[in-house]
C-alpha cells in the first residue's frame, strides 16, 4: 500500500522568508506526485504536479517541487512567502487505479 | 471556467438519518472521486467511478454506498449517520486519459448531531 508522510505539521514564517516543505512516499511502482493548497474554509486547488521528465517542476504562484526518486521525497519550495500563502499544504500520489493517498498536511502561517 | 458543483453545501442531520450527497463533474469530465475530510485530517479517499461503473474503492463504510449516472453526477448515499460521520465530504473529477489531474469542488460540510 501506498503512503505519504509531511514531516511539518505546523509551520510558521515571516513573510520573504524562503519556504521548504517535505514529503515522502513509499510506492513500489511508478508515481504521479502532486501538491495541494487549501486555503483557510476553501477546496483543494492543485499547485504543481510531477509525472516524468524534468524533476524539478514548476506551479502556480511561485511554488516548486523537486521529485528526488533515490530519496522517495517531493519537497515543496518556494524562496519568498508572502502573508497570502497561509494555508494547509497536502502533498499526495497517486496509483495506477487513479486514487490520491494524501499526506498529513502542513499547516503554514506567515505573519505579515 | 467551469469546475465541480457539490450540493448542498452544507448539511446538518441528526444520528440514524439518512443523507445524500451530489456532485456534478466539470463538463467531459467522466471519472468522479469521492473524499472525507475530518476535522483536522487529511482527505481519505472513499471510491470512485469512470463510465458510471466503480473503479476504485477505498475506505468507505458499507452504510455509505454511490452511484455516478448517465450525465456522470455522482451522489453518495449515507444511512444510519454516525456522529464520526461529521465531515467535509470532497468530490473531485477527473479525465481519464489526460493525465488523471483531478479537480475538486469546493465539499459538503456534513454535521451529524
Known sequence: ??????????????????LELGCNYSYGGTVNLFWYVQYPGQHLQLLLKY?????????????????????????????SVQWSD????FCA???AGNMLTFGGGTRLMVKP | A??????????????????TLKCYPIPRHDTVYWYQQG??????????????????????????????????????????????DSALY???SSLKGA?????FGPGTRLTVT
Open chain 1, 1 to 18: 500500500a501506498q503512503s505519504v508522510s509531511q514531516h511539518n505539521h505546523h509551520v510558521i514564517l515571516s513573510e520573504a522568508a524562503s
Open chain 1, 51 to 79: 509525472f516524468s521528465g524534468d524533476p524539478l517542476v514548476k506551479g502556480i504562484k511561485g511554488f516548486e517541487a523537486e521529485f528526488i526518486k533515490s530519496k522517495f521525497s517531493f519537497n515543496l519550495r518556494k524562496p
Open chain 1, 86 to 89: 497561509t494555508a494547509e499544504y
Open chain 1, 93 to 95: 500520489v497517486r496509483n
Open chain 2, 2 to 19: 467551469a469546475g465541480v458543483i457539490q450540493s448542498p453545501r452544507h448539511l446538518i442531520k441528526e444520528k440514524r438519518e439518512t443523507a
Open chain 2, 39 to 84: 476535522p483536522g485530517q487529511d482527505p481519505q479517499f472513499l471510491i470512485s467511478f469512470y463510465e458510471k461503473m466503480q473503479s476504485d474503492k477505498g475506505s468507505i463504510p458499507d452504510r455509505f454506498s454511490a452511484q455516478q449516472f448517465s450525465d456522470y453526477h455522482s451522489e453518495l448515499n449515507m444511512s444510519s449517520l454516525e456522529l464520526g
Open chain 2, 90 to 92: 470532497f468530490c473531485a
Open chain 2, 99 to 103: 493525465g488523471g489531474e483531478q479537480y
